[in-house]
């Protein structure tokens, strides 16, 4: 029997921003909590993203008691975790979701619009608003906050690394932005995992995850490269998709924790 253990816990609260290592977390049906309820949309509502604003990735966030702190260079600010909102709703756009969301207080949208060089607004997700994932691949009518398209990803550590021994310069596991890493696995075997647990919680594999230019976005730097998608592309191409980690919904909803073993069905 395969020795599968949960080695890494992220959240990302702020979508796109930098993320946060945890050795436990709470599991939601729409995510680990805290993660993914924040989100940057520009004048036009439309969500921001490395992949078009590469700059975001210098935006470092940690959790202080109740309060995020966003980092920038020499500055940061702290936001609490369940803000205070200006009661205006906004629709908001996700890829092809169109979600109502919060803003969050102008003195924020300020601060990071002048470090962005760029009019942004901070908006929250409220744990009761709908987002449902497509109904080709949801279980039992889930739904997600601001991830991109499900609630989690998972991937292996002997991924990455089948990954970094084909590179000439190996990359972390940042780029890829998982909510859960394991260890003892084969490369690439969660692409076929369906039903499974972490602990005490059950989740089901749903969609195996397509990449984009994202990942080649250097998390230190803001740098935009070439890898790993140019190396990617010569073996993990299915039908002119570049995957790489599994898309992951959840059955049950309590603790997970780092250490936690990883048991298939």
């Known amino acids: 029997m395969k020795d599968l253990q949960l080695s890494q816990i992220w959240i990302y609260p702020i979508k796109s921003l930098g993320g946060i290592p945890l050795t436990s977390a709470k599991v939601?049906?729409?995510?680990?909590h805290n993660d993914r309820r924040f989100m940057l949309v520009g004048e036009d509502g439309?969500?921001?993203?490395?992949?078009?604003?590469?700059?975001?990735?210098?935006?470092?966030?940690?959790?202080?008691?109740?309060?995020?702190?966003?980092?920038?260079e020499s500055d940061h600010i702290e936001l609490p975790l369940q803000p205070t909102v200006t009661g205006n709703d906004q629709s908001v756009q996700v890829w092809d979701d169109t979600v109502t969301a919060k803003e969050v207080a102008s003195s924020y949208n300020q601060w990071f619009s002048d470090r962005l060089d760029l009019k942004c607004k901070l908006m929250f997700?409220?744990?009761?608003?709908?987002?449902?994932?497509?109904?080709?691949?949801?279980?039992?009518?889930?739904?997600?906050?601001?991830?991109?398209?499900?609630?989690?990803?998972?991937?292996?550590?002997?991924?990455l690394d089948d990954l970094n021994s084909?590179?000439?310069?190996?990359?972390?596991?940042?780029?890829?932005?998982?909510?859960?890493?394991?260890?003892?696995?084969?490369?690439?075997?969660?692409?076929?995992?369906?039903?499974?647990?972490?602990?005490?919680?059950r989740f089901v594999g749903v969609k195996p995850c397509a990449r984009c230019v994202?990942?080649?976005?250097?998390?230190?730097t803001a740098v935009k490269g070439v890898e790993p998608l140019r190396t990617l592309a010569t073996y993990r191409n299915r039908n002119n998709k570049i995957l790489f980690g599994q898309n992951l919904v959840a059955v049950d909803h309590n603790q997970v924790h780092v250490g936690d073993r990883i048991t298939l069905q």
């Open 46 to 72: 439309l969500f921001m993203t490395q992949r078009i604003y590469p700059r975001m990735a210098l935006f470092k966030t940690s959790l202080n008691g109740n309060n995020i702190v966003v980092r920038f």
């Open 214 to 220: 994202l990942t080649t976005v250097n998390q230190d």
């Open 28 to 32: 939601l049906e729409k995510g680990l």
């Open 125 to 159: 997700f409220p744990e009761e608003n709908p987002r449902p994932v497509d109904p080709k691949y949801k279980v039992n009518n889930e739904h997600v906050g601001f991830a991109d398209a499900y609630p989690f990803l998972i991937i292996g550590q002997s991924s």
């Open 166 to 201: 084909r590179m000439a310069e190996p990359l972390p596991m940042n780029r890829f932005r998982p909510n859960f890493v394991f260890t003892g696995g084969e490369a690439f075997e969660e692409d076929g995992w369906r039903n499974f647990t972490i602990g005490s919680n």
